[in-house]
């Protein structure tokens, strides 16, 4: 090649080059000191730490808004504020995308939003999960209509995946408006407890149109989405938490719809028994304990992965598990509430279901419940609205679903945490099983009212009563008697049931007539 090819060829590359670091400089020193002074890490530092050995393909790098109105003709938006970009996580392929918080607040513009839109798609057509790492000051409303319909764009792109790849939102700084609903869509939700804001308005825009005076954190922060709102499945202390949350919530999950989540080796035996489950749980139902101890003693190396801790803690979801193979567990939690079911109870478990059987994660359901919360409060906020989202849930999803009745199962709780003719493939149960239409003391003071009434002992008789009712209703085998429970089971051989029933139902289909989709009590 000749010298003046190669100085031309110089010339090109050194201008390719400058334009390159120009745009990885992102917003410059300043913006970058003050992200860090927030005990942030910039959009492409999260990048770095999230892929492994920092290495991933970007793309729309040299994206540029095309907006002149407000002076932002004159104003550099180095990748629009935008960092998108393909690698491995854990060996396996991920999109992510992350806002630039030093650039123009990382504000949402059209071209912004194109790419988030466009890299949502990119992940499902390709069949990847995709993540998104959030941090921005809202809408570039110097941008007027194209920044509403850029929000359209995206919407659209996320529900259209929804359902066939698996998309995490990570909440690391404001989202606030329109920022705030592309994030709550996806399938699970992490808010790093200092940084992380999430709000359909800020504070100010409340205090003008309400007068309400409240504080960021109080509004929209991580206490109240994660305890109140239930909106936040995991709160994370700082950004590379987060990060390492989302690390290990991929590696339960597949990549995409068509496949399994992957399985991996273990060295915790199947068949393993745990004789202390035998008089873990208390034989009077009133007495409480924390079913996290019957979890941790049936799942692989006592592993259990929750989400949603904080809210609705009557019932516990999340993932383990079970000879090496990945699995959602939905248990009562008796040590709150006495394991009731209430509305958001109801919520929290529906939805996690359908995650489960969009993903294709076994189900594995542990009992004991005495029914749904009664009363004005439940029933005004619509408890059998909520509660009818549980069965539709159970009942329509083709994965594997287990179940074990530990100890109460009354009522409608008792069909909507998965018997057998609500989507339970196999249902075991324990000895101490309580399992009824209702409970004896319920049942006996209905049933026996005017003879208790009418004697000349009435606390006498009414305890007799209930005791009878006790020993002929209240007990497991009444049900397995008409094949209702498949078998009572020592409480020692639970792990041992459970992966027995999942290399069975390892191959289960299931055929169902055509319609659109269910009409759920949404």
Known sequence: MSSEKIRGYEAIYKEYREKREKVLQMGGEKTIKKQHDASKL???????????????????????HRTTAFGLDKKEIPADAVVVGFGKVGGRQVVAVAEDFTTLAGTFGELHGRKFSDAIKFAKEKGVP??????????????????????????????LASGIIPQIAIIMGPCLGGQAYHPIMQDILIQCKKTGFMGIAGPAFVKTQLGEDISIEKLCGARAHSVISGETHLVAEDDKDALDITKNILSFMPSNNKEK?????????????????????????????DMHEVINRIVDNGYFFEIFKDFARNVLIGFARFN????????????????????????KVARFIRFCDLFNF?????????????????????????????????????????????????AGAYTAMCCKDTGSDLLWA?????????????????????????????????????????KEFENPYEAANRGYIDDVIMPRDTRKYINRSLDILE??????PYRKYSNINL
Not at 507 to 512: G, T, Y
């Open 130 to 159: 995709f993540v998104g790492l959030n941090d921005s000051g809202g809408a570039r409303l110097q941008e007027g209509m194209d920044t509403l319909q850029a929000y359209a764009w995206l919407f659209n792109e996320q529900i």
């Open 430 to 470: 324990w000895p101490n099983a309580r399992v009824s239409i209702v409970g004896a003391d319920t049942a006996s003071s209905i049933i026996f009212a005017k003879e208790i009434r009418n004697s000349d002992d009435p606390a006498k008789v009414a305890a007799e009563r209930k005791e009878a009712y006790q």
């Open 42 to 64: 910039t959009a492409r530092e999260r990048l770095d730490y999230f892929f492994d050995n920092g290495e991933f393909t970007e793309l729309g790098l040299f994206i540029k």
């Open 507 to 512: 191959n289960k289909e299931v055929v169902r």
């Open 324 to 347: 090496g193979r990945p699995a959602g567990i939905v248990a009562s939690q008796p040590n709150w509430m006495g394991g009731v079911l209430d509305c958001n109870a109801a919520d």
């Open 362 to 410: 076994p189900l594995i359901n542990l009992h004991d419940t005495p029914g749904f919360l009664i009363g004005s409060r439940e029933e005004h906020k619509g408890i059998l609205r909520h509660g009818a989202k549980m069965l539709y849930s159970y009942v329509e999803s083709t994965v594997p679903k287990v179940t074990f009745i530990l100890r109460k199962s009354f």
């Open 261 to 289: 989540p992957p399985r991996i080796e273990t060295d915790d035996d199947p068949d393993r028994t745990d004789p202390e489950l035998d008089d873990l749980v208390p034989e009077d139902p009133s007495v409480p304990f």
